[in-house]
Structures are given as structure tokens and as C-alpha cells.
Nanobody, 119 residues
Framework: QVQLVESGGGLVQAGGSLRLSCAAS????????MGWFRQVPGKEREFVAV????????YYADSVKGRFTISRDNAKNTVYLQMNSLKPEDTAVYYC????????????WGQGTQVTVSS
């Protein structure tokens, strides 16, 4: 079992920055691909970014490309999402998720952290 705990959300003005963290339990964290997703009430959950187990590969949604950076520290069992040039449309609850080896889906999810960007 893997537990994921997000932190770092909050209220920021448009153009500002936030860094989200996701701390994971378990010794096999370094073997998981890790993703960030976001959801606005009444809308479907949206993919934001993913990073491979080694950190060598990353992929971003077009809406955040060039503004957000995903990274990980396997020694600390933590994945990060650096968010710059924030826009009001980035307002959402942000979730991290873990995809275990050979899985075709994300198997574990955190409880989410609220990000609010004011105009």
C-alpha cells in the first residue's frame, strides 16, 4: 500500500508561483511513475504532468507546458510540481498519483491540495 500526501497549495495572485509537494510512503516509490492531475468542481479530472520512475522523462499537458515543471527526489520519496506564471484558470484541486510497475493506470491517489489563483 502506498500513501500519498500533497502539500503546498494556497492562494496566489495571477503571475505568481507555487510549488506543490507529494510525499509518498513505501520503499518502492522509486519504481513508480508519478503524475499530477487537477480537478475543478463539476468538471472531469485533468492530466497535468507525469514523470518517469528515474526522472529522466517528463510529459506535460499543453495548457501548462512551459510554465509548470515536474520533478522528483527518490531519496526523499517526494515528487514536486513547480508552477510559475499562474493563471486564474489554473485554480483547482491538485492531486498526485502513483503508477506502479506494469500497471496501465494510476493505482494510488492523494487527497489533493487546493490551488486558487486570483486575477
Amino acid at each position: 500500500q502506498v500513501q500519498l500526501v500533497e502539500s503546498g497549495g494556497g492562494l496566489v495572485q495571477a503571475g505568481g508561483s507555487l510549488r506543490l509537494s507529494c510525499a509518498a510512503s513505501g520503499r518502492t516509490f522509486r519504481s513508480y511513475a508519478m503524475g499530477w492531475f487537477r480537478q475543478v468542481p463539476g468538471k472531469e479530472r485533468e492530466f497535468v504532468a507525469v514523470i518517469s520512475w528515474s526522472g529522466g522523462r517528463t510529459y506535460y499537458a499543453d495548457s501548462v507546458k512551459g510554465r509548470f515543471t515536474i520533478s522528483r527526489d527518490n531519496a526523499k520519496n517526494t515528487v514536486y510540481l513547480q508552477m510559475n506564471s499562474l493563471k486564474p484558470e489554473d485554480t483547482a484541486v491538485y492531486y498526485c498519483a502513483a503508477q506502479t510497475v506494469n500497471s496501465q493506470k494510476y493505482d494510488y491517489w492523494g487527497q489533493g491540495t487546493q490551488v486558487t489563483v486570483s486575477s
